[in-house]
């Protein structure tokens, strides 16, 4: 009997062993991948200058259960990233505040193999004072339409015109200033599937009725001339996206041990804070600065009871080692529920991106 015990419990080790192991593989390659990126290339970051949009912010409190509530876009991905207009001569070609040209470098999310969920463009907008407010000869402008179009392709002049794909069309009232978001997800989902021909989006704010330019900077496309920069940084579009890396996956609940003290220093939870900056991430992770961890220690004595949340193998290896301690050690205090964190942190090319890491703080123990 006890030479039957001793070979069922070898064998639950070598099975778990492997089963583990193959696990580890799988969830560890996020924050791995993560840190080997950031140990390849380091981002260099001026705090002063990273902008975090209100929405990622207000996403990443959500995520925390803190305050907010999460987007409903955010419950289908695990890591939202936000984009901002990228400059160049191009922009000189639309003068107007009506009508403008946006640019977004997204190669970051086919570097890292996601799978795109959503994306949204948000624009903000400025009150309207009662002196600019319309009067009751022009009252089709006291509500624009606001056109989101996929450049598809470039015009040249004297030879071909450009091609628009009108993706987006949305109504807005002068009376508010909440910020517009316009589903983009065909125009980004084409730019991920050919990089090159990403030519950007064209916005235009036009009156409701008759499509004639929008006569308010209302709706923000571009920055003023005397707007200063940390104005127009809480301002300026920004690009939202959502995606799914495929790793990530749920846990079935299971029995919390109980936290009762125990003078025998039975398995149980243990106080850990990691604070980032102390092993070197807080050159890159934007928030939070630190968080529980949490970790098992402890004995996992014969015979276990109900609150030690054991395994059938844990408990016949308890046995066996009880009966023979050469043969088999005892069964290890380790984590047997996590939990994950919510984390922002900035990539080599300066994008703020929000991610749900897996199994990174320890709920509960037990003899394993």
Same mark, same amino acid.
């Given at each position: 009997?006890?030479?039957? $015990? $001793? ?11 492997? @089963? ?12 791995? @991948? ?25 996403? &990443? ?29 191009? !922009?000189?070609? +639309? ?8 640019? +977004? ?36 402008? !006291?509500?624009?339409?606001?056109? =989101? &179009? ?20 949305? @109504? ?58 940390? /104005? ?43 604070? +980032?900056?102390? /092993? ?23 015979? $276990?009871? !109900?609150? +030690?949340?054991? @395994?059938?193998?844990?408990? =016949?290896?308890?046995? %066996? ?6 043969? =088999?050690?005892?069964?290890?205090? %380790? ?8 984390? $922002? ?16 703080? %320890? ?6």
């Amino acid at each position: 009997m006890r030479a039957w $015990l $001793l070979l069922l419990a070898v064998l639950a080790t070598l099975l778990i062993r492997v @089963t583990v192991a193959n696990q580890n593989l799988i969830d560890d390659n996020n924050i791995l @991948t993560l840190l080997n990126k950031m140990k390849k290339n380091p981002p260099k970051i001026d705090r002063s200058k990273i902008v975090i949009p209100d929405e990622l912010w207000e996403q &990443y409190l959500a995520r925390n259960k803190q305050k907010f509530r999460p987007n409903p876009l955010a419950k289908v991905a695990d890591t939202v990233r936000s984009f901002t207009h990228k400059e160049s001569k191009i !922009d000189d070609r +639309f003068p107007h505040h009506h009508r403008y040209r946006l640019y +977004f470098d997204v190669k970051s999310i086919s570097d890292d193999g996601e799978k795109l969920k959503a994306a949204e463009l948000k624009l903000s907008r400025d009150a309207i004072s009662d002196a600019s407010w319309p009067t009751s000869r022009h009252r089709d402008r !006291d509500r624009y339409q606001v056109l =989101v &179009y996929d450049i598809m392709r470039l015009g040249v002049k004297g030879v071909r015109s450009p091609h628009y794909w009108l993706i987006e069309n949305r @109504t807005v009232w002068l009376n508010s200033t909440e910020k517009v978001s316009l589903d983009v997800s065909p125009a980004v989902d084409r730019w991920l599937s050919a990089p090159n021909r990403n030519y950007g989006l064209l916005i235009e704010v036009r009156t409701a009725e008759h499509l004639e330019p929008a006569p308010h900077h209302h709706v923000r496309l571009r920055r003023s001339t005397d707007e200063q920069d940390h /104005v127009w940084r809480h301002k300026q579009p920004v690009l939202m996206t959502y995606t799914d890396d495929g790793k990530h996956k749920s846990r079935p609940k299971r029995g919390r041990p109980s936290r009762r003290k125990n003078h025998n220093e039975s398995c149980s939870r243990h106080p850990l804070y990691v604070d +980032f900056g102390d /092993v070197g991430w807080s050159d890159w992770i934007v928030a939070p600065s630190g968080y529980d961890a949490f970790y098992c220690h402890g004995n996992c004595p014969f015979p $276990l009871a !109900d609150h +030690f949340n054991s @395994t059938n193998h844990a408990v =016949v290896q308890t046995m %066996v080692n009880a009966q023979n301690p050469g043969k =088999v050690p005892k069964a290890c205090c %380790v984590p047997v529920e996590l939990e994950g964190i919510a984390m $922002l942190y900035v990539t080599d090319k300066n994008t703020v991106v929000l991610k749900n890491y897996q199994d990174m703080t %320890v709920v509960g123990c037990g003899c394993r």
